[in-house]
């Protein structure tokens, strides 16, 4: 189920941080967010709509200042669109259910898939399991 909201409705439900983040593609400070060291088990949602992104066994340490995963928790959770900002060439990552932006992918990870899907703590929300 996808989820369509006008801005106007983005803005009224997210705060000015989670909006710049989320809606216009900005990016959190780094080594600032509340789970770039974040180890608990459980399951990353996406802040804006509460789709279900990553499992907390594909996240890892890697030293980038942002949370990282080397696996989406299920095809299709994740969009992957070019992104050509900043004078650079990089994959944007977007929630599949609701277009927000997430981070970005990139083809450097340490584990067996070789990615590291860095992401904005303001980005995700955290639902623990035992």
Partial sequence: MK???TEEEWKSELSPEEY???RE??????YSGKF??????????CKACGAVLFDSNSKFD?????????REIEKGRIIEKIDRSHNMTRMEI????CGSH???VFNDGPTQTGLRYCVNSVSLDFEKTN
């Fill in 102 to 104: 997430l981070g970005h």
């Fill in 62 to 70: 890697s030293h980038c200042g942002w949370p990282s995963f080397d």
């Fill in 25 to 30: 593609k900005g990016t959190e400070a780094p």
């Fill in 94 to 97: 977007l929630c599949a259910n």
């Fill in 36 to 45: 770039y060291m974040h180890f608990d088990k459980g399951i990353y949602t």
């Fill in 20 to 22: 710049y983040v989320l």
């Fill in 3 to 5: 989820t369509e909201k």
